[in-house]
């Protein structure tokens, strides 16, 4: 089992893990889809993580609710994406474009969380118990990826979008 972190630790090294697949992705010529599945995996978890756990504790230590709005917007993003990647594969057309809007979209997400002012800031200043986060956090994610990796994974649960039925282009 790994050594404890607090639960910015925690989250800023799934911020480095995915950072890492994203660039393994572009550089790859093979195994494309098993690395897309791993990064759909890992930000799947991260996602239910901060929404479940993290995001709700930083809320109720009055941590701004501005921020908090754009993140789970965010993330609403980041499972659209996933779910079209999850149901595809790397020769699909736009199948790259969308792990390179993806890869941008958790860029600009990691930034506002990391950044000075940000979400893990205020969530220091507002004196969370980021010990006691962390083991929860962790306790979760071992339990999500014992399950994903059995059952694979779930179908995405949007916070902030309901999902209209979308026209498509007809293809050529």
């Known amino acids: 089992m790994p050594a404890k972190q607090d639960a910015i630790s925690l989250l800023k090294a799934d911020h480095r ?3 890492e697949l994203f ?3 572009e550089s790859a010529r093979s195994r494309k889809a098993d690395i897309a599945r791993q990064i759909c995996m890992e930000l799947t978890i991260h996602t239910m ?5 993290f995001y709700p504790a930083c809320r109720e230590a009055g941590v701004e609710s501005d921020m908090m709005d754009e993140a789970n917007v965010e993330h609403d993003g980041a499972k659209l994406l996933i779910a079209e990647l999850e149901n595809g ?3 699909d057309e736009f199948y790259d474009a969308k792990v390179e809007v993806l890869s941008e979209e958790i860029k600009h997400h990691v930034k506002e ?4 002012g940000g979400i893990f800031t205020g969530a220091r200043q507002a004196e969370l118990d980021l010990d006691a986060l962390g083991e929860k956090l962790m306790a979760r994610k071992e339990e999500l990826m014992a399950e994903f990796e059995s059952k694979g994974l779930p179908a995405p649960t949007t916070i902030t979008m309901k999902a209209a039925p979308l026209e498509q282009r007809p293809s050529a």
């Open 17 to 19: 893990k995915v950072e």
């Open 23 to 25: 660039e393994k992705y």
């Open 49 to 53: 993580l901060e929404e479940e756990i």
């Open 89 to 91: 594969a790397p020769d």
């Open 113 to 116: 969380e990391e950044k000075r």
